[in-house]
């Protein structure tokens, strides 16, 4: 069975994805596409033999589309991901699931009440390499009891659209999903601190460092950079009562010169991460194939939900100048172990 997949936005990631998913990824072709670029997309649809549709409603009722994939800036995210449901179609949306809490409670709350999970979040770490290797150290006991980490997500620069308090809703909300993920307990409270401005980003708070308080009493300070300028830079270190699982960049060439000994550094996401969205794509296609609607161990609409409602908890803390605590609803049983469908 070939999975006729539908994306909308086709921009930096959807593009990449398209391509994925119509040549690296088994098991699926792109059925449709859909961008208010419209040159763009309908040279991409050409490219790969897909349909360019009229509107991401017509994408979404398109017969030939199985299952969408949802690439468009966030705020479109849950009218998007809700039209999906509406129809009864698969989707796999990429982060955030929304931009505000309420608007991801509306998601959780549809798919509620059609009784089944349709929804996954593209939080591809869960795929990356290293941290699996993360996950599975600390669930194998290796480090004894996880009691607290430290992390940094620098990119190099952001694009003129990344604006506000996006550092916080759109790039360590993938923070925010990692550490709730490999300590398996959700964060109850956030604290900004605000630092001093770089001279070269002055229109955004940048960097950042926000305090993860999770439920069990383990601490995570989370630094975000978006303009570093020297490359892509992900790491973590968890550290545990007998030891600690440290994540550093995957290793390239090292390059000895000049009296020096230098590592490359991913000059962006799409290289450092390039295998892990791979797999999280066949993953979920491999899912779909096999008659579920979201991938084992992948993100789904909860996690966006608690995701993002840490994220907007970090934006109140970060304007009040103080600690805020999480408020999450009450979590369906479609989200837990034994209600899980
Ligand atoms: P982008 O700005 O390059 O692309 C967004 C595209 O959406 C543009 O082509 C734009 O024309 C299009 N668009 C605007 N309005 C639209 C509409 N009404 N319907 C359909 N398309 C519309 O942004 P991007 O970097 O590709 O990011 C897109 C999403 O993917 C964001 O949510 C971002 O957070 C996420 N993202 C995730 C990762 C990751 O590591 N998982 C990496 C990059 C981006
Ligand atoms: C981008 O949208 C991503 O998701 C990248 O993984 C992240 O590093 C970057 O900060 C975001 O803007």
Redesign the pocket.
């Known amino acids: 069975m070939t999975v006729g997949v539908g994306v ?9 994805h398209v391509h994925r998913l119509s040549r690296a990824v088994v098991g699926s072709s792109v059925a449709a596409v ?4 419209s040159d ?2 309908a040279a991409l649809a050409q490219e790969v033999g897909a349909r360019a549709a009229g ?2 409603s017509d994408l979404v009722e398109d017969p030939q589309v199985d299952a969408v994939m ?5 705020d ?2 849950a009218e ?1 991901v809700l039209a999906c449901l509406a129809a009864g179609k698969p989707v796999l ?4 699931l929304a931009t505000t809490a309420d608007d991801a409670l509306k998601v959780v709350e549809a798919e509620v009440a059609a009784g089944r999970r349709l929804v996954q979040v ?4 869960r795929y990356d390499a290293g941290f699996r290797d993360v996950k599975a150290a600390i669930d194998a006991g290796e480090i004894g009891e996880p009691l607290l980490a430290h992390a940094v997500h620098r990119n190099p620069s952001v ?1 003129d ?1 990344f604006v506000g308090e ?1 550092s916080l809703t ?2 360590l ?2 923070e925010f999903d990692t550490f709730r993920w490999l300590f398996a307990q959700e964060i109850v409270a956030t604290t900004v601190i605000a630092v001093r401005h770089s001279p070269l980003a002055s229109h955004l708070r940048d960097p950042q460092i926000v305090l993860l308080e999770l439920a069990n009493g383990a601490v995570v300070d989370a630094e975000s950079f978006v303009n570093c300028r020297y490359g892509y830079d992900v790491r973590c270190e968890v550290v545990g009562s007998t030891g600690t699982v440290a994540l550093d960049n995957p290793r390239t060439t090292i390059v000895l010169g000049d009296g020096r000994r230098g590592e490359q550094v991913p000059p962006d ?2 290289v450092r ?1 390039g295998q ?2 791979q797999d ?1 794509l066949q993953a979920w296609i491999d899912a779909l194939a096999g008659g579920a609607t979201v991938a084992p161990g992948a993100s789904d609409a909860w996690d966006g939900y608690a995701a993002i409602s840490v994220a907007e908890t970090a934006v109140a803390s970060f304007t009040r100048h103080g600690r805020a605590e999480v408020r999450l609803a009450d979590k369906p049983r479609l989200y837990t172990g034994e209600g899980r469908s």
Request: proline letters at 7%.
């Open positions: 909308i936005g086709t921009g930096m990631i959807g593009t990449q859909f961008d208010v670029a763009r997309a509107s991401w949802v690439a468009s800036p966030g479109l995210h998007q949306c990429e982060k955030p593209g939080f591809m770490r694009p659209t996006m759109d790039s909300v993938h996401w799409g991460f892990a969205y999280e």
